[in-house]
């Protein structure tokens, strides 16, 4: 998926032999899911999907595992994640095999518009059925937290307690880091403001996933375009949020929300995630100034560390 990783894990002797044999198994595991989820290869179980001309496909287990956990978010924040935007995402220029950003016109976009809906596919007894196929799906906003837990299960099998997986970002820990305490995760301040980071927040058996608007855009007269496309209107998110961090205990569950609070205004967001006991930090800039916005459980996150 196009993505560096970096894994950590305590244990008191480690041999040679078991080393390797652990990254054999995580690299194995990457590369499977890569091959199933990427829409950068053409190759992909995804990108087959994506062009067959049957309405219905086919799938793998792991591949229906995350869509039915994309339709779950997709129900919780009122339709915010959406990963059959995938046509809009190659219209504005986004997509794995676009070679340059584009605004389309309004005729463009509301013709493409008619092929996006999670309303438009079905999961069900290992197939994945489409209205037309037209409807393309991209799980760009959730397939990497999946590679994480992916990675974590390896861990545990191998009898691994205390370890931290990163992939681009997306992390997730479990008992204590080599110090014997929790694990600390800096979140980082958008770059195009400032470096360092803006919160650090003390971890222990969760994941954490951030979303921002100034990683990949483009601009046109003057104008920011972000790749996080709304799926209602087929439009670039146009809220002054520029990132959103989610913690949950499983990171492809972090990862999808994140992408969702991308697309929502602030309160909407928060009222989502206070209802449905989601930790979420947004971070909005107002007049160039950047202002933090907690949901009531990562504020309550933030009292625990003070009593650590």
Same mark, same amino acid.
């Given at each position: 998926?196009?993505?560096?990783?970096?894994?950590?894990?305590?244990?008191?002797?480690?041999?040679?032999?078991?080393?390797?044999?652990?990254?054999?198994?995580?690299?194995?595991?990457?590369?499977?899911?890569?091959?199933?989820?990427?829409?950068?290869?053409?190759?992909?179980?995804?990108?087959?999907?994506?062009?067959?001309?049957?309405?219905?496909?086919?799938?793998?287990?792991?591949?229906?595992?995350?869509?039915?956990?994309?339709?779950?978010?997709?129900?919780?924040?009122?339709?915010?994640?959406?990963?059959?935007?995938?046509?809009?995402?190659?219209?504005?220029?986004?997509?794995?095999?676009?070679?340059?950003?584009?605004?389309?016109?309004?005729?463009?976009?509301?013709?493409?518009?008619?092929?996006?809906?999670?309303?438009? %596919?079905?999961?069900?007894?290992?197939?994945? &059925?489409?209205?037309?196929?037209? !409807?393309? $799906?991209?799980?760009?906003? =959730? /397939?990497?937290?999946?590679?994480?837990?992916?990675?974590?299960?390896?861990?545990?099998?191998?009898?691994?307690?205390?370890?931290?997986?990163?992939?681009?970002?997306?992390?997730?820990?479990?008992?204590?880091?080599?110090?014997?305490?929790?694990?600390?995760?800096? %979140?980082?301040?958008?770059?195009?403001?400032? &470096?360092?980071?803006?919160?650090? !927040?003390? $971890?222990?058996?969760?994941? =954490? /996933?951030?979303?921002?608007?100034?990683?990949?855009?483009?601009?046109?007269?003057?104008?920011?375009?972000?790749?996080?496309?709304?799926?209602?209107?087929?439009?670039?998110?146009?809220?002054?949020?520029?990132?959103?961090?989610?913690?949950?205990?499983?990171?492809?569950?972090?990862?999808?929300?994140?992408?969702?609070?991308?697309?929502?205004?602030?309160?909407?967001?928060?009222?989502?995630?206070?209802?449905?006991?989601?930790?979420?930090?947004?971070?909005?800039?107002?007049?160039?100034?950047?202002?933090?916005?907690?949901?009531?459980?990562?504020?309550?996150?933030?009292?625990?560390?003070?009593?650590?």
């Amino acid at each position: 998926m196009g993505n560096s990783y970096n894994i950590k894990w305590k244990e008191k002797k480690i041999s040679a032999n078991r080393m390797h044999h652990i990254n054999t198994k995580v690299k194995a595991k990457l590369t499977e899911l890569n091959e199933t989820m990427s829409s950068w290869d053409n190759n992909s179980e995804l990108s087959l999907l994506n062009n067959s001309k049957e309405k219905q496909f086919n799938i793998s287990p792991d591949l229906e595992y995350v869509i039915s956990e994309a339709i779950r978010i997709h129900h919780v924040t009122h339709g915010a994640l959406d990963i059959t935007v995938d046509p809009l995402i190659s219209l504005w220029g986004f997509g794995a095999t676009d070679r340059e950003y584009n605004v389309p016109s309004h005729t463009d976009i509301s013709k493409t518009l008619k092929f996006v809906g999670m309303d438009k %596919i079905n999961v069900a007894d290992g197939a994945l &059925t489409r209205t037309s196929t037209k !409807v393309t $799906l991209n799980l760009s906003s =959730i /397939a990497k937290g999946f590679a994480v837990d992916a990675v974590t299960i390896i861990l545990e099998k191998n009898h691994i307690k205390d370890y931290l997986v990163d992939i681009g970002g997306e992390i997730r820990l479990n008992g204590t880091n080599l110090n014997n305490k929790s694990w600390n995760v800096g %979140i980082d301040k958008p770059f195009a403001y400032s &470096t360092g980071q803006i919160e650090i !927040v003390k $971890l222990k058996n969760r994941a =954490i /996933a951030t979303s921002g608007n100034y990683r990949k855009y483009f601009e046109s007269n003057g104008k920011h375009y972000s790749h996080i496309i709304n799926p209602k209107n087929g439009q670039p998110v146009e809220y002054k949020i520029v990132s959103a961090t989610v913690i949950a205990e499983r990171c492809m569950t972090a990862d999808g929300f994140a992408t969702a609070f991308m697309v929502l205004p602030v309160k909407q967001s928060l009222d989502i995630a206070n209802k449905h006991n989601i930790p979420v930090m947004l971070i909005e800039d107002k007049f160039g100034k950047l202002i933090t916005h907690y949901s009531v459980p990562f504020n309550r996150i933030q009292e625990k560390q003070l009593k650590m």
